[in-house]
């Protein structure tokens, strides 16, 4: 058995639902709960793959060696100019 604090409306909200339902409150509760947990069940396999990606970047994480201390500063400009020599061809 648990027991936790409501807000008025989702109180309210829950006794409505059972109502409709013909349902008492716990049967609605444990039937949220029960879904809430099947789905968290499919985020897990979503945590799998947030692993897999982290841990294929990780091997381009670091800093960047350059002899140009403003090189961020001045990366966007930088990069537009090689695009136009590029296209310019």
Known sequence: MYSWRLSEELKSDLERE??????PVSAVLETAVRNW???????ASGDDAQRRLHSAAANCFGAVASSNPRRAE???????ERLKRRHDR
């Open 18 to 23: 059972a109502r409709l339902r013909k349902l």
């Open 37 to 43: 947990l099947e789905l968290k069940k499919g985020d």
């Open 74 to 80: 001045t990366a966007r400009a930088m990069l537009r």
